[in-house]
Structures are given as structure tokens and as C-alpha cells.
């Protein structure tokens, strides 16, 4: 496996399903490195050289190591009951959510939910939604007028890597492109 897919492999294990290699994570998200080592590298290659040149390389920087490297977790992302100690922030006066043209009439409905996530996740530009939304087939863009929501109460997010992460967004905050 290359470390792409093996990146792949392990945002399952980190932010949805730990037990597929037979650990836990702890309530900040953590797993042990020595675990995790060992579950991967039952089914493939795996060692710490691997799993570091994958933390430096990611495109999307989805893990961090805590100070001593002895544990690991990701930034973002989780379907799994965890708090990641996000920063709670400002966000810019607005930002982006890309989707699948197939989830737009639903969206239009009753807003941005976070589906199997414990977040709406929000990109800081147009381009980037895009990206985002491709992963769902046709993309479709929505601009989302954070300044109103934030002025609101709603509270916002920023993720290590740089993902704007919110609970919810209610249609009347939502302008599709
Ligand atoms: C859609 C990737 C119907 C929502 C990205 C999205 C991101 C609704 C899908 C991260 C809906 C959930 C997350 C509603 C929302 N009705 N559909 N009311 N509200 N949806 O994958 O945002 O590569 O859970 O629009 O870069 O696509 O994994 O969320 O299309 O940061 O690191 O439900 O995943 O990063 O899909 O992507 P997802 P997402 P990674």
C-alpha cells in the first residue's frame, strides 16, 4: 500500500472506526502509537518511519502527534464522540461549503446538518468547497454568511488544519452559487 492509501486507512481508524485494528481512542481522540503500530502493520508495511513521513506529508495535515510522540490523533473529521480541544474563533465574514448536486434539495430544505459527523465543515474559499464537494459528484456551492451567524450566537471552529467546523447551518444563512 502507498502512504496515500495508508493515510487513508488510518483517518478511518483515528476518526471512525478504531476497533477495525482493536483499539480505543481516548476522550480528547487519542490512540496510543505503539497500538496503532501494531494494529497496521499486521495487514501491511507500517512502522514509525512510515507513520511520521505520513503526519509531515499529508496534503491535508489530518493528524498530529502529541509532544513526546507517544500518542496520535486526527485534527478533524470524527464521526466518533471526541473532543479534540478545537479553538473556538471568529470566522471570516464568510465561508464556503461545497456538496453533491444530489444533496442540494435537501440542503435547500433544512440546512447544513452534520450528517455522520459531529460537524458542518466549512472551507475558507470557493475553490477548496469545490474540491470538497467533487467527492460527492457533481459539486455544487453554497456561500455561507458566517459574519450573520456569528453575530447570532452560532459558534465556530478552526481544526489544527485549518477546516471551519460549526454544528449547523440553517438555510436562511445559505446562498447557493
Ligand atoms: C451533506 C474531507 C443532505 C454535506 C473534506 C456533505 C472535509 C446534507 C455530506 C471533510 C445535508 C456529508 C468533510 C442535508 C449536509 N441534506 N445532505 N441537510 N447537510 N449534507 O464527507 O463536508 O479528505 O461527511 O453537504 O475535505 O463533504 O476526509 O462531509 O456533502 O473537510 O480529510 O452531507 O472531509 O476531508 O459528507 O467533508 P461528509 P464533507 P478528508
Same mark, same amino acid.
Given at each position: 500500500?502507498?502512504?496515500?492509501?495508508?493515510?487513508?486507512?488510518?483517518? #478511518?481508524?483515528?476518526?471512525?472506526?478504531?476497533?477495525?485494528? @482493536?483499539?480505543?481512542?481516548?476522550?480528547?481522540?487519542?490512540?496510543?502509537?505503539?497500538?496503532?503500530?501494531? @494494529?497496521?502493520?499486521?495487514?501491511? &508495511?507500517? /512502522?514509525?518511519?512510515?507513520?511520521?513521513?505520513?503526519?509531515?506529508?499529508?496534503?491535508?495535515?489530518?493528524?498530529?502527534? &502529541?509532544?513526546?510522540?507517544?500518542?496520535? !490523533?486526527? /485534527?478533524?473529521?470524527?464521526?466518533?464522540? +471526541?473532543?479534540?480541544?478545537?479553538?473556538?474563533?471568529e470566522p471570516p465574514e464568510i465561508l464556503w461549503h461545497g456538496t453533491g448536486e444530489k444533496f442540494a434539495t435537501s440542503i435547500d430544505n433544512i440546512g447544513l446538518i452534520p450528517k455522520s459527523r459531529l460537524y458542518v465543515h466549512l472551507s475558507k474559499d470557493a475553490e477548496t468547497?469545490?474540491?470538497?464537494?467533487? !467527492?460527492?459528484?457533481?459539486? +455544487?456551492?453554497?456561500?455561507? &454568511?458566517?459574519?450573520?451567524?456569528?453575530?447570532? @450566537?452560532?459558534?465556530?471552529?478552526?481544526?489544527? /488544519? @485549518?477546516?471551519? #467546523?460549526?454544528?449547523? +447551518?440553517?438555510? !436562511?444563512?445559505?446562498?447557493?452559487?
Amino acid at each position: 500500500m502507498g502512504l496515500k492509501e495508508t493515510s487513508k486507512y488510518m483517518s #478511518l481508524i483515528l476518526r471512525h472506526k478504531p476497533e477495525t485494528i @482493536g483499539i480505543t481512542l481516548d476522550e480528547h481522540g487519542w490512540a496510543d502509537v505503539d497500538e496503532l503500530i501494531e @494494529g497496521i502493520s499486521r495487514t501491511q &508495511n507500517f /512502522n514509525m518511519d512510515i507513520l511520521e513521513k505520513i503526519v509531515r506529508t499529508d496534503e491535508k495535515q489530518r493528524y498530529s502527534f &502529541n509532544d513526546d510522540k507517544t500518542k496520535i !490523533r486526527a /485534527n478533524q473529521g470524527h464521526s466518533i464522540e +471526541v473532543d479534540v480541544e478545537l479553538e473556538e474563533k471568529e470566522p471570516p465574514e464568510i465561508l464556503w461549503h461545497g456538496t453533491g448536486e444530489k444533496f442540494a434539495t435537501s440542503i435547500d430544505n433544512i440546512g447544513l446538518i452534520p450528517k455522520s459527523r459531529l460537524y458542518v465543515h466549512l472551507s475558507k474559499d470557493a475553490e477548496t468547497a469545490t474540491i470538497v464537494g467533487r !467527492r460527492h459528484g457533481k459539486p +455544487v456551492l453554497y456561500m455561507v &454568511n458566517t459574519r450573520e451567524m456569528y453575530k447570532d @450566537g452560532f459558534k465556530f471552529f478552526l481544526s489544527k /488544519n @485549518g477546516v471551519w #467546523l460549526t454544528k449547523e +447551518v440553517p438555510v !436562511r444563512y445559505l446562498e447557493k452559487q
